[in-house]
């Protein structure tokens, strides 16, 4: 289906078109009716298939430019996301009078509260900073038609749980809620029973967790023969742009620092950065001005690099999990994209469990271990990687 077929105001098909979008991707079709109708929706789909257009567009349709006050609010994980959303919104909305904004932790807060006493129609939030403000000033959510909450999964995984209730229940009017995810843990299904009313649930390749489009490539290596593998691999290939994730910041600016004087245009990136660098990096590798980044896994979720062809996992992931968000870095909306991850005899059992979770058919670069020789106690990913998985992700 294409957006000129659907019944949208002609300054969001101008900027649609203007941004080359024509066709609906599968998780915007099975949604769009559903949520113009107001209906709650629980959308379940691969990371890169079009989850945030898919509730922006026709958020932005609703939206009455004309009544000053927020309209719709998203909720979502990370500052990066917040700002990835807020300016999807600003593109499509363009060509019309309404005001997105975003608000998050590491910015002033007295600037965000001016911003929204001079009027916003639609708010994106992580939810420390959003319950600051509830706190903190006169915002006003009386007004909210539309919640949607975003990397759900995520934002319950990083223990938001208890903020995202109480937001809800500061909503104490009727109110549409729209839970998007990639996966769908317990905690989602307990917080959808309790808060959604009747919801459409819509499930998109849950079978095929990875983008069908992405190929998985695999290389057992050595410790002492990991860096030059990677080097070569940079070399031989020439990616146009890469991600290769670490498991810890201090790993990240390791690698950075011996890969600076080997290749051109890398940095890295990592929670400790100051949010202000860290936001001028994504700007830059978004408009291809800096072809390589070492990060950690705060790189992995939500973030939209449509122009990744690589991603590297140089460290192991933590969990399989870890690797389907890190992988869903490149082959976004479609695109082609390659997943290259260095193992070592170590992550043997944990990586016969992120094959056979994400469903995925590997390539390998060199032999082929013997894993279905391999049985796989309970647990595995907690007894092999959770030493170091708390440590990690403290530190991302």
Known sequence: MKFAELDLKPQILKALDQLGHTQLTPIQQETFSHIIAGRDIIALAETGSGKTSACSIPILQAVDPEENMIQALVMVPTRELALQYVSA????????????????????????????????????????????????????????????????????????????????????????????????????????????????????????????????????????????????????????????????????INLYDRLKNEIDSVDFLHGGIEQSRRTSIFRQFKKKQIKTIVATDIASRGLDFSHVTDVINYDFPLNPQAYTHRSGRTARMGRKGTAVTFFSNHDLHALKEVIETNNIKPVWLNAEPQL?????????????????????????
């Open 372 to 396: 279905d020789k391999i049985k796989r106690p309970r647990n595995t990913y907690r007894k092999f990687h959770a030493g170091r998985s708390n440590t990690s992700r403290r530190r991302l």
């Open 89 to 252: 919104i600003s593109d499509v909305a363009k060509f019309t009078h309404i005001a997105p904004f975003a608000v998050y932790g590491g910015f002033s807060i007295a600037i965000q509260k001016a911003k929204l006493a001079h009027g916003v129609h639609v708010l994106v939030a992580t939810p420390g900073r959003l319950i600051d403000l509830i706190y903190n000033s006169p915002i006003n959510l009386s007004k909210v038609r539309t919640l949607i909450l975003d990397e759900a999964d995520e934002m319950l995984k990083m223990g938001f749980i208890t903020d995202i209730e109480f937001v809800i229940d500061c909503l104490v009017h009727e109110h549409q809620t729209l839970l998007f995810a990639a996966t769908m843990p317990s905690q989602i299904k307990h917080l959808a029973k309790k808060y959604l009313k009747n919801p459409v649930t819509i499930e998109l390749n849950i079978d095929q967790v990875a983008p069908q489009s992405l190929c998985h490539h695999f290389r057992q290596v050595k410790g002492l023969e990991k860096f030059p593998t990677l080097l070569k691999y940079i070399r031989d290939t020439k990616p146009a742009q890469a991600i290769i994730f670490c498991n810890s910041r201090r790993n990240c």
